[in-house]
Each structure stands twice: as structure tokens, then as C-alpha cells.
């Protein structure tokens, strides 16, 4: 069926409602759409909707699931249970994260990795006073680049419509990058190795400004694809966790990789 659209809603009661209003408009029957969410009655629906009963976070699965929501539907969905039912401050955040999310537009475009210093730009204008202008940026990257690389991957970022100049303030166009992980692309793995270069030089910096993790360790060909699944998560997961951050002050580079230390020896 044709679902509603979730994220006009701000309670989970009130989506429920349209949902079931929907259902009727499409001569579908509540009581099989309870059997596609997996509810216990044709009922069900209506209790929760009067409040007779509130949604437990194992029914918002359910319903989230048998509704065929994509990841961030859902997410937005059981973050409209938990505002009620658990953690308000946790479920705001959430439902603001998805919001942006939705109302942002996905870019892929591979000349943001014809220089490891464009993605740095970019960021750069999340932070106020940091890219009012090229000198401006030279004072807190003149450690590692210089006036003309910033120019040039400025005025890439302008030409591209990635940044905007307002009130003397470059800032970010409403557009999110879509990740790319062809790391055959020569562009992506000068880029890698370019961080991988500034990486080298902060090992000695304050233990407060940067973190070191490593872990050698023997693997199976199945878990070491399973773990580049969990790293590609791990990285989903940082990029939430301090997206849209209003205190930012600092541009980080957070690196992770895994890869192979022994190789067969195929010579004679």
C-alpha cells in the first residue's frame, strides 16, 4: 500500500491515524493490515490511536517492518515511540537528525576527492569565522597547506554550488555527500594516502588532540569481509553522531582501515 509520509508527523498516534485513513481510501481492510504489521488484533490500531494503549518499542518494529519503512523511515518511526514511551531528549535529536537527513540532497560527485583539501573546505564552513575568506582559512591550515591549494579548492567548492558566500561567511549549500568507496578511483586513493601522510606527522601530538587505536589479529576470509561491514557502519555512525555539531571548532580526520599483512608467496 501507499503509505503516509512519516515525516509530517511529530507523534507516532497521529501517523497511525493517516495510516489507517489511507488503508480505508485504498480499500484495504484494518484487519490485513494488522496481519502485515504483525499486530495482534484489527483493534490494535485503534486503541493505541485513542491512547488506550501505548506502543511498546517491540510493536514499532514490527509495524515499521511490515510497512516496508527504508532505514531512515524506521529510525524516524521508533524515535516518534521513544519520544513518548523512553528517552525524549535521545528521541528529539533523533528525529532531527532524520529531518536533515530527508531534506538534504544526496551529491555524487567525485571531484570533491580530486584533493584531500576540498572535503576540508567544505567542512571548514560549518565553523564560524573559520572561511571568511582564503587568508582567514591559511591561519588554521597553513601547517599543512598553502594560500593557493586553499584558493583553488575554494573556488572549486563555490563553482560547484557545494559552498555560498553570505554576510562575509562561506557556508554550506543545503547537499550532503554520498560516500564512494571505488577506492580504485586514483583520486580517492591519492586522497586517502594524503591523510594517511598527516596522520604520520600527529602521532606525537597531545594525547587531548588526537587517538590511535590498532589491532592485529589472525582472520577467516568470511569475518574480514563481515568486519569491512562493521567499519562502514562505524563510520555511518560517527558521521551522525557529530553531524550538524553547533560547538565545532576544529576540522578532525577520522581514518579507519583494514587490510591483508600476509599475501600468498606464489614464486618457486
Request: glycine share 4%.
Amino acid at each position: 500500500m501507499e503509505k503516509p509520509d512519516i515525516y509530517r508527523h511529530r507523534n507516532y498516534r497521529s501517523y497511525l491515524n493517516e495510516l489507517i485513513e489511507t488503508a480505508k481510501d485504498q480499500d484495504i481492510s484494518i484487519r490485513s493490515l494488522s496481519r502485515q504489521c504483525g499486530v495482534s488484533s484489527p483493534s490494535y490500531f485503534q486503541r493505541i490511536i485513542s491512547g488506550e494503549r501505548t506502543l511498546t518499542s517491540e510493536a514499532a518494529h514490527k509495524i515499521s517492518n511490515g510497512l516496508g519503512f527504508g532505514d531512515l523511515e524506521k529510525r524516524y518511526f521508533l524515535a516518534l515511540q521513544e519520544l513518548e514511551t523512553g528517552n525524549p531528549e535521545f528521541a528529539m535529536e533523533e528525529m532531527q537528525l532524520c529531518l536533515r537527513r530527508v531534506n538534504s540532497r544526496g551529491v555524487v560527485d567525485q571531484t570533491i576527492y580530486s584533493s584531500w583539501l576540498n572535503a576540508v573546505i567544505f567542512e571548514a564552513a560549518s565553523i564560524p569565522g573559520m572561511l571568511t575568506s582564503v587568508e582567514a582559512a591559511h591561519k588554521r591550515l597553513c601547517h599543512v597547506t598553502d594560500k593557493e591549494s586553499i584558493k583553488d579548492s575554494l573556488d572549486l567548492a563555490v563553482s560547484k554550488g557545494w559552498l555560498v558566500k553570505k554576510d562575509g561567511q562561506y557556508q554550506q549549500s543545503n547537499i550532503r555527500f554520498e560516500v564512494i568507496d571505488d577506492i580504485r578511483m586514483v583520486d580517492l586513493q591519492r586522497s586517502h594516502l594524503r591523510h594517511l601522510e598527516l596522520a604520520k606527522h600527529r602521532i606525537n601530538d597531545d594525547l587531548d588532540d588526537r587517538e590511535f587505536q590498532g589491532l592485529t589479529v589472525a582472520v577467516s576470509e568470511v569475518k574480514f569481509k563481515k568486519l569491512k561491514g562493521m567499519i562502514k557502519n562505524f563510520m555511518d555512525s560517527v558521521d551522525e553522531f557529530l553531524e550538524a555539531d553547533e560547538d565545532a571548532d576544529r576540522i578532525i580526520r577520522v581514518q579507519c582501515c583494514a587490510f591483508n599483512v600476509t599475501r600468498e608467496n606464489n614464486s618457486d
